[in-house]
């Protein structure tokens, strides 16, 4: 009996070496137990891509790609996930069985046809744009805002003319059903069951994905009524916090200035763009997540962060900011003058005037110190004190210790505060998901950015099977809060219910998701140095178990809290019995470790 696709996939990894066959590709030269080699995926001088034999994975520390051989052969030769294995079959001697049937070729399958669905949609839009007497608006619309007819066809600009179902009788006449418009978020289903486009009388814009494949849509109204905006809902290939508007056309800019500009909307990105300043992308109407982080680490460190100098757009700045500095990179923030935003005071203004307010952004303490200056004032010293419990835990993000130890040195000096006192406010200061969780073992040798329990459980649970029987029976998937880990736990337990290892191969292709596949190289590469994983593991272990209790004991706090001010009774007794019966573990770590995270 022919073997399945996934017993063909494991038959390739046992008979394949990760650095023969990238050998292969790229020189590599063994440095210790791994090898070392320029990253063929981003431009560098200074090695930093890294190969490991034991592990079989590889992982570039410049611009964070990583995975097995699977997804080297993938990104390589810029091919599909099915090339790659028929490329690595026939080096490994493997025949592969019958792909149409296997649960990855249907979703690679239903991806592309969602694509297709997709890539169908812009050309329609597009067309009606650029040739239609239905677009004539749309046009005035997009001359009015100063784009030019070379930059609507870069971007693939379109128009949704004014009618219910303009697009879903086109989709029909190239056979196409209302039920896969549905699945792409193209079409809905009214009350009356009926189907009509999503998209009416509105200017399109295509939302593509750092392959320029097209994921989603964001539509904007004429004039000023609302809703202004509407989006395309998220669906298997667009999930808005994945993506980074703009990146696909900025990429190559971005990487030769090694600096990336961040603003808010698509005219905020296009309009700068078209003047051409080109290594600027627009977030899709969220804070920035961990996985469009990531997207910005594959091509810089960089970051000048540009939002409207509105109290919301300063609200978005700080949000974005501590996430940006607890991931690891260098961060700017550039601030308009009031009543502009980036495309306004480009088309008012010059592009040369724009680039100088980007050259002259901030730093994240000058910045963020203005903002609470002049919210708070100086006057009192619980005025002072508030400015220092907002200052700190953006400091307490910060790596490295010359840095750190100079932003509380400036802080205090601004302040007239004693630095001692700052100092001490901030060994209290604790911050989710990126605690200090080891004080004596030998984990403080590693480097990496947020660096806590939950990463170095999830990474020795991937190498060792003991400690990932010990792991299953100790803890639950509820019990990690760092949502990436989470999903990585999720997976590694169902492998094991299936009684096969969670390897860092199988989670990669179980998981099927490429910010997986980075994410699970680089909190391997994170454990990389420890010695006595025995004695990390066990640390590790207390750590995330007494961080647990108080975590369940601070929200046992607040339901008591509203159940007295609801005046329950039997209900707080009830909670202040369970808040009772909590107690951390007998030799749980210190609260404030003095370990590798101090100043």
């Known amino acids: 009996m022919e073997n399945n696709l996934k017993s063909a996939i494991e038959q390739i990894q046992s008979r394949i070496d990760i650095v023969e066959i990238i050998g292969g590709y790229i020189p590599l030269k063994k440095t210790g137990a791994s090898y070392k080699g320029l990253c063929p995926f981003h431009q560098e001088k200074t090695p930093s891509f890294i190969v490991s034999q034991t592990k079989q994975i590889y992982h570039c520390f410049g611009c964070s790609k ?8 993938m990104e390589y030769e810029k091919v599909d996930f099915i090339e790659s294995l028929k490329i690595l079959a026939q080096k490994a001697g493997v025949k592969l069985p019958a792909i149409g049937s296997s649960d990855y070729a249907k979703k690679a399958s239903a991806a592309n046809f969602l694509y297709r669905i997709n890539e169908m949609a812009v050309s329609y839009y597009h067309a009606i744009l650029i040739g239609s007497a239905k677009a004539g608006q749309g046009r005035e619309y997009l001359k009015s805002r100063g784009i030019d007819a070379q930059t609507a066809d870069k971007f693939k600009l379109g128009f949704a003319p004014n009618a219910w179902d303009s697009l879903l009788q086109y989709a029909g006449g190239k056979s196409i059903k209302h039920e896969s418009l549905e699945k792409a978020g193209l079409a809905i289903i009214g009350k009356d069951q009926k189907p009509y486009d999503r998209f009416r009388n509105r200017i399109i814009f295509p939302i593509f994905d750092i392959n320029s494949k ?50 808010e909307g698509y005219l905020d990105m296009i309009i700068p ?29 960089n ?33 308009l003058p009031k009543g502009f935003d980036p495309d306004t005071y480009v088309r008012k203004k010059s592009a040369a005037e724009f680039r100088l307010i980007v050259s002259s952004a901030k730093g994240l303490f000058d910045y963020k110190i203005e903002i609470l200056l002049s919210k708070y004032g100086t006057k009192s010293s619980e005025a002072k004190a508030q400015i220092i419990s907002e200052m ?39 911050l989710d998901y990126i605690k200090s969780a080891i004080s004596d073992s030998p984990v403080k040798t590693m480097q990496g950015v947020a660096r806590t329990a939950e990463k170095i459980i999830a990474a020795l649970l991937m190498e060792d099977a003991d400690i990932a029987r010990r792991i299953k029976n100790e803890f639950s998937i509820e019990d990690f809060r760092d949502i990436r880990i989470r999903g990585v736990i999720k997976y590694a337990f169902e492998l094991m219910d299936k009684d096969r290892q969670p390897t860092p191969a199988r989670l990669m292709h179980y998981m099927q998701r490429e910010d997986a596949n980075e994410f699970i190289c680089y909190i391997l590469a994170e454990v990389e140095t420890i010695i006595d994983r025995d004695k990390t593991v066990e640390d590790c272990i207390k750590w995330l178990k007494a961080d647990n209790i108080r975590f369940k004991k601070e929200d046992l706090t607040r339901q008591i809290k509203e159940a007295e001010n609801l005046g329950k009774e039997q209900e707080v007794m009830e909670l202040v019995r369970e808040f009772n019966s909590l107690s951390l573990p007998s ?3 210190r609260s404030e470790p003095a370990g590798r995270h101090g100043v």
């Open 587 to 589: 030799t749980s770590p």
């Open 273 to 301: 763009f078209q003047a051409g300043i080109q290594n600027i992308v627009a977030t899709l109407g969220t804070a920035l997540t961990i996985e469009q982080i990531n997207l910005i680490r594959r091509y810089t460190g």
């Open 392 to 430: 700190l835990p953006t400091i307490k993000r910060i790596e490295n210790a010359v840095l750190k130890s100079d932003y509380i040195k400036k802080l205090s000096q601004r302040l007239s505060v004693d630095e001692s006192a700052v100092l001490a406010e901030l060994k209290k200061i604790k």
């Open 66 to 73: 990583g995975g097995d051989v699977i997804n080297f052969v």
């Open 303 to 335: 970051t000048v962060m540009l939002y409207d100098a509105d109290e919301a757009g300063e609200a978005a700045s700080l949000r974005s900011l501590d996430i940006l500095i607890g991931e690891g990179l260098n961060v700017k923030i550039a601030k």
């Open 214 to 263: 097209p994921v989603g849509f964001g539509a904007r109204v004429l004039d000023d009524s609302m809703p202004k905006y509407i989006n395309s809902p998220e669906t298997e290939v667009y999930i808005k916090g994945r993506h980074l508007y703009g990146l696909n056309l900025a990429a190559g800019e971005v990487r030769r200035q090694n600096e990336i500009i961040i603003v």
